[in-house]
C-alpha cells in the first residue's frame, strides 16, 4: 500500500518490507542481558522503587525482542519507558522501535526519541550492520514525513548517524543533549561526570 507524500502516492510497500527484513537479520540474537526491560522501565517512570520495578521485570521478555511488536499500545508504552532504559535495554529494544518506525513512520515517529544522542552508549554496543541499518530507517522515515513540523528530528539525528561522524562526534552530541536536559557534564578523555539541579553528581 502506498503512501501520501507532499501530494503523490508513493508504493513503498517493496521498501518497507526489505527494511523490515535487514532489522530483523542485524539484530537477530540481541537479548535484554541485564539490561533494564520495558516493565521495569515503566514501573520506574511510575516513580517505582526498586524492588518494584525487580519484581516487574520478571514479566518482562528478555530473549526475542520481535515478541513485543504485535503487543498493542507497543508504540505507547516505549514512549513511555525509553527515557529509562540503561544501554542494554536501549540496544534491546532498539530493534522494536525501527520496526515500528517504518511500518506506520507518522504515528511513531516519536519511536525516533530511541535514536536520540541522549542513548551514546546504547549505540556505542551497536555493531556496523547494525549502524547502517539504522540510517536506512532513518533516510526511510524521514522521506515518509510531512517536510513541516520535524526539521528539529532531521538536524540533530541526521549529523549524529552520519556515515562520517567519530564517536568524538557522537559523544559532544551526547553532552550537548544531557545539558540541554539540566545536567551540568564534567567531561575529560576517560570519564564524565553529570551533576544534577539538586546538586547531586553521578559518573556516566
Known amino acids: 500500500m502506498g503512501t501520501v507524500f507532499d501530494g503523490i ?23 535484554l542481558c541485564v539490561g533494564v526491560g520495558l516493565q521495569q522501565a515503566l514501573v520506574h517512570n511510575c516513580f517505582g522503587g526498586e524492588e518494584e520495578q525487580q519484581e516487574a521485570r520478571l514479566n518482562d521478555e528478555q530473549h526475542d525482542w520481535q515478541k513485543m511488536i504485535a503487543i498493542p499500545d507497543m508504540n505507547r508504552s516505549l514512549d513511555n519507558a525509553i527515557a ?24 511513531n515517529y516519536s519511536m525516533l526519541n530511541a535514536l536520540d544522542p541522549f542513548h551514546y552508549e546504547a549505540h556505542q554496543l ?12 532513518l533516510q526511510f522515515v524521514f522521506s515518509q514525513l510531512p517536510q513541516r513540523g520535524f526539521p528539529y528530528y532531521k538536524s540533530d539525528l541526521v549529523s549524529y548517524w552520519d556515515v562520517n561522524s567519530t564517536d568524538e562526534d557522537r559523544m559532544t ?32
Not at 532504559?85 to 506506520?104: I, Q, W
Open 173 to 204: 552530541h551526547h553532552l550537548q543533549e544531557l545539558q540541554k536536559l539540566g545536567c551540568l557534564v564534567t567531561h575529560n578523555e576517560v570519564i564524565y561526570t553529570i551533576e544534577t539541579i539538586d546538586g547531586t553528581t553521578t559518573p556516566s
Open 126 to 137: 551497536l555493531n556496523a550492520a547494525q549502524q547502517q541499518c539504522v540510517r536506512d530507517v
Open 84 to 107: 529509562f532504559f540503561d544501554a542494554l535495554g536501549a540496544r534491546f529494544h532498539l530493534p522494536v522501535c525501527l520496526t515500528l518506525s517504518v511500518m506506520n513512520p507518522e504515528q
Open 9 to 31: 502516492l508513493m508504493d513503498n510497500t517493496g521498501q518497507t518490507e526489505k527494511l523490515l527484513a535487514q532489522i530483523r537479520d542485524a539484530f537477530q540474537g540481541v537479548e
